[in-house]
Each structure stands twice: as structure tokens, then as C-alpha cells.
């Protein structure tokens, strides 16, 4: 599903995000990406959502190398993979119904389909009684939530989670994670990089470890410890 050789990144400014990192990670695995500030996670999100180019080596994801891809082909690409922020990204002018379907209609979803589906990805998320209310009237756990819905609404085969629970109390942070796994069971390959290590430790899931841009564990039912 996400195939990374030899991926290197080097800003012009000159910092080093990534050098020389390697994995895969199959469809249908849960992954947690995990490492201190500046390790490296969300530049390989962005390289991996195209955001970013990388230096050195390629990614395959879903099947396409993602060097190879044209720019054109982007957009239809980024229709196999949901995004969850943590800064939620949401639109302020829009309800939580309208932010979930207009992911629906960027890819040009019928009208019919948006109100058939939206509700439906709503009260997976426990937000169906919250559809008409705007960002501004919603809780941090509540906006996760609806990033989360917007991310799973056009099925895509893969969701990548920057730091899902940052921002939210220790209980929702739990609930996100729980959705996040719940998804994964229904067969979604789901990436989260995050350092909240208590989560990490408690899941037991594969566990990528970065440290100064380089892959220093990969590890099946792992954990992690922060160092000072």
C-alpha cells in the first residue's frame, strides 16, 4: 500500500528532514509513526500526500510511484488517501454537514449521493445531531471529529492522521483513536504519526520510530518512550 526506498529530504534552507528511510506498510495495517519534533513525521506525510517532493529515492502509494506522477494526476490521486489534521482545517463559513460533503463535492459527487452518505459518515462519528451547527459552536474533540468524517467520506483506502489528538483532553484523544482503529477494522490502512507515547504504548500496534530523520525502529506490537 505505501512503499518508501531510500527517501531523503533536504530543505533549501539546508535542514535535513529525512535521509535514507525505508518501509512498507500493507493494506489493511494500522501504523503508528512516532518520534520527537523535528524527526521527520510530517515532512513524510506530506511527501506521502504529495505535498512535498523527496530528494533522494521514491514512494509507491496505491500502486502509482509517486515520482512518476504527473501534476495533473495529483488531485485524482489524493482521492485515495483522507487527511486528519491536527489543526482540524476546517471551513468557518460552513456547517459540519457542509464541511463533510464538500470533500464529496470537490470529487464531484451528486447531490443525491452527499445527502445520502454524509449523514451516515456523521453518526459514525457521533455527529449526527451536530450537523447544523458551524466550527465555531463545536468543541476541540467535536472538530476532530469532523475532520475525521471528511477524511473516511469518500472511502478512501487510506487515512493519514498528523497528530490526531495533540489538542484535545486525554478522554478524547482515546475516543479519536478508538474511531481511527474502528475504521481500520473495516479494512482502511491507517497512518498516525503522533508522540503521545501512553496511546502508542497502549494500542500495541506496528510502530515506525523516527529520530533525526532516520528510521530507528520498526517494530510489530511496539511501543514508545520518550527520551529527554
Not at 87 to 108: H, I, S
Not at 170 to 194: F, H, M, Q, S
Amino acid at each position: 500500500m505505501i512503499r518508501a526506498y531510500n527517501v531523503s529530504k533536504v530543505y533549501e534552507n539546508g535542514v535535513v528532514a529525512l535521509k535514507n528511510v525505508s518501509f512498507k506498510i500493507d493494506k489493511g495495517d494500522f501504523v503508528f509513526v512516532v518520534g520527537p519534533s523535528g524527526a521527520g513525521k510530517t515532512t513524510l506525510i506530506k511527501l506521502i500526500f504529495k505535498e512535498e517532493e523527496p530528494t533522494e529515492g521514491y514512494l509507491v502509494v496505491a500502486g502509482r510511484n509517486l515520482s512518476r506522477l504527473k501534476r495533473r494526476d495529483v488531485p485524482f490521486y489524493r482521492r485515495k488517501i483522507g487527511v486528519v489534521f491536527q489543526d482540524f482545517r476546517l471551513l468557518p463559513q460552513k456547517t459540519v454537514f457542509e464541511n463533510v460533503a464538500f470533500a464529496m463535492e470537490v470529487v464531484e459527487a451528486s447531490k443525491k449521493e452527499i445527502h445520502r452518505k454524509v449523514p451516515l459518515v456523521l453518526e459514525l462519528v457521533g455527529l449526527l445531531d451536530r450537523q447544523k451547527a458551524f466550527p465555531s459552536e463545536l468543541s476541540g474533540g467535536e472538530k476532530q471529529r469532523v475532520a475525521l468524517a471528511r477524511a473516511i467520506v469518500n472511502n478512501p483506502e487510506i487515512i493519514i492522521a498528523d497528530e490526531p489528538t495533540g489538542n484535545l483532553d486525554p478522554d478524547t484523544a482515546w475516543d479519536i483513536i478508538d474511531l481511527l482503529k474502528e475504521i481500520n477494522l473495516r479494512g482502511t490502512t491507517v497512518v498516525v504519526a503522533t508522540h503521545a507515547s501512553q496511546i502508542v504504548n497502549t494500542m500495541k500496534q506496528r510502530v515506525i520510530a523516527l529520530r533525526k530523520g532516520l528510521v530507528v525502529k520498526d517494530q510489530e506490537r511496539g511501543g514508545y518512550r520518550i527520551e529527554n
